[in-house]
């Protein structure tokens, strides 16, 4: 055989096996010799490397690092193989964000080496660190094991060598129902170089129906100034926010979710306003605090003069997931993973645009992918 003719057999190999195994409609995620459609968050570049046919953690660089997907995902069959040998540590990202802590805005598959004959929330095949799975099926001596995870929105189902490990409706799980629905598909680095191949994965139809408020400069337009002398910049897929005043959307919402990225200068002072001023009253709209000041009366994620969040895990000058849920009287207030707020005695029950505020002239404020949904 030609050597040129031998290298486009070997090329299609994946494809091949794929077809004959019956799992049509796969998508190869790695292509066995790049990283090429992955991105390391939160650690250098060579936190992982390919090795052979294989994705390797590189032991010199832990946690935070973690490799992603460039594309988000919402419903979908993701399948694979991990290899374990001796004491080792890791997990697959589920709708992981693109800032922010990947496990707690989003899912994490706990991938580890110990059988345990009593499975714990902290085992191999755990939602971690919440929910146990069916059993364990891990092979840990040098030997490769599959994986497969289904997510069909709200239903999450998983197997480890070839068993049922999970199988469970997400929104039912307090602690999961309010986590993104869309997000990156990722492994975590823990400083144990575990390996990943054969990463395949077929698009399941979606469910979500998200509104973008801002994603781009054509967005823009989508907004207008509703009080003050606000600065607002369209940057890119970037809005940027100076001086003191609001910037509102032309829409009007009453219950809905909303979904942004977040970052400012240190110390700074904003919020989000949602829901309209009531004519002839003293009700105005009801403002989530952004402000990163841990004693501060009202710091990030509190209803302004109603109830403070507890302090969230963010830090100045790096993008944060803020996530927002107000349904008649109740509003949920999500800021990087964790439940900060939550309030049920709203009185306003009025429709009216979502608002940001510029409260500090010259310490800016940055807004991203802006999303929302009524319900």
């Not at 997990?91 to 707690?104: E, F, S, V």
């Not at 805005?105 to 110990?114: A, E, M, S, T, V």
């Not at 602690?175 to 390996?195: C, T």
């Not at 605090?289 to 969230?312: C, I, M, N």
Request: glycine share 10%; net charge neutral.
């Amino acid at each position: 055989m030609h050597r040129r003719s031998f290298l486009a057999l070997a090329g299609s190999v994946p494809a091949m096996c794929l077809a004959q195994s019956g799992e049509e409609g796969f998508t190869p995620l790695f292509d066995g010799r790049s990283l090429n459609g992955w991105r390391v968050e939160d650690g250098p570049e060579a936190a992982f490397y390919v090795e052979g046919d294989s994705i390797v953690v590189n032991p010199s660089f832990g946690y935070p690092a973690w490799l992603r997907t460039e594309q988000e995902y919402e419903n979908f069959d993701f399948r694979g193989e991990f290899y374990l040998k001796g004491w080792m540590d890791s997990g697959i990202y589920l709708h992981a964000p693109q800032h922010g802590r990947p496990g707690w805005n989003g899912i994490q598959i706990h991938l580890f080496h110990q059988n345990d004959d009593k499975p714990m929330p902290q085992s191999v095949g755990a939602i971690f660190p919440l929910i146990a799975p069916k059993k364990t099926n891990v092979r840990n001596q040098g030997e490769w094991n599959t994986f497969r995870i289904s997510m069909d929105g709200p239903r999450l189902q998983a197997w480890i060598n070839n068993e049922l490990i999970q199988d469970l409706d997400i929104s039912t799980v307090p602690e999961l129902a309010h986590r993104f629905r869309i997000g990156h598909l990722g492994f975590q680095s823990l400083s144990y170089p575990i390996r990943f191949r054969n990463l395949r994965m077929k698009t399941l139809p979606g469910k979500e129906r998200w509104q973008t408020l801002y994603g781009g400069v054509d967005d823009f337009s989508k907004w207008q100034v509703s009080d003050g002398k606000p600065n607002f910049i369209a940057a890119g897929d970037v809005l940027h926010a100076d001086g003191n005043g609001l910037l509102a959307t032309k829409e009007k919402f009453r219950d809905f979710e909303l979904q942004l990225y977040v970052r400012h200068a240190r110390h700074h002072n904003g919020g989000i306003l949602f829901r309209a001023a009531i004519p002839g009253t003293k009700i105005r709209p009801y403002e989530i605090q952004l402000h990163d000041v841990e004693g501060a009366h009202y710091p990030t994620g509190s209803l302004y003069f109603w109830k403070r969040a507890t302090y969230p895990k963010i830090e100045p000058e790096a993008w944060f997931p803020v996530q927002m849920y107000v349904k008649d009287r109740y509003v949920r207030i999500r800021v990087n993973g964790d439940d900060v707020l939550e309030y049920d005695q709203l009185e306003n029950l009025e429709e009216g645009p979502v608002q940001l505020q510029a409260h500090q002239p010259g310490t800016w404020t940055e807004f991203k992918q802006i999303l929302i949904k009524r319900i």
